[in-house]
């Protein structure tokens, strides 16, 4: 009798697998998870990127390229997916992908290479980093300061939405639609700014450098002052801003 029941179970299973059709059979394996193939690049040229450290949707380590740049996630399921690749000598990088049956591998990515900016020229003034918490809790100073921790919380914002928002700076627009820090009410006064001790403007010929482009996820610490501190000596009086490096 058990044997009877055994063989009758065996037979529908087998019924219901021919009664399956072929496409759908075909659906069930495209859809499990399949092995994928990453490449990355230097954005601009052939060269590959070895080493970068490489992860899946915040959560699944890839591990790191080989010398052809490429890595391979064993499994992976059919859909969107996020990458991230952290690699020496480059820059930050995240993007979307999407895999498929049909999905041509390696994926190809590039990835900008990091180029240190040149060190900015100026005067060098009586400021110092070092300085920083004793101007800032000074009895009677006049300036708006933003700690380490606060330019943590604006969690990588231009400077001037910083400036705009927590310091109720004036910024006003360049020609060339850059954000310069002018005096109050004065849109043609722009305000002296000093990077890590140097007072990068006013200096020879040079404009007031572009609030837009600084991020205050490489910022220490930032010193905004409505009347130009006695340290800056010939630096006008339409203000300062005063920026330190991490």
């Not at 490449?39 to 949707?57: E, H, M, W």
Request: with cysteine; net charge neutral.
């Amino acid at each position: 009798m058990k044997l009877r029941h055994a063989l009758s179970f065996a037979l529908v299973a087998v019924g219901f697998a021919l009664a399956t059709p072929v496409h759908e059979v075909y659906a069930q394996d495209a859809a499990a998870p399949r092995p994928v193939k990453l490449r990355f690049r230097k954005a601009g040229d052939t060269t590959a990127i070895k080493g970068a450290v490489i992860s899946i949707d915040h959560t699944i380590e890839a591990g790191t390229t080989d010398s052809l740049g490429i890595v391979t996630v064993p499994f992976l399921e059919d859909g969107g997916h996020i990458v991230e690749a952290v690699a020496k000598g480059y820059q930050a990088f995240f993007d979307n992908f999407t895999v498929g049956p049909n999905t041509p591998m390696p994926l190809e990515f590039e990835i900008l290479a990091y180029v240190e900016a040149p060190k900015p020229k100026g005067v060098t003034t009586a400021l110092t980093q070092d300085g920083f918490d004793a101007r800032r809790t000074a009895k009677g100073q006049k300036g708006k300061f933003f700690t380490l921790a606060q330019l943590k919380a604006a969690d990588g914002r231009p400077l001037t939405s910083l400036l705009k928002v927590e310091g109720k700076a004036n910024l006003v627009a360049g020609p060339n639609a850059e954000s310069f820090l002018a005096a109050a009410g004065k849109p043609s006064c722009h305000a002296a700014v000093v990077r890590d001790g140097l007072m990068v403007y006013p200096f020879e010929n040079a404009a007031p450098p572009d609030l837009d482009k600084i991020f205050t996820d490489y910022l220490a610490g930032v010193e905004l002052y409505a009347t130009t501190p006695a340290e800056l000596k010939d630096a006008g009086d339409c203000g300062a801003l005063v920026i330190w490096s991490r």
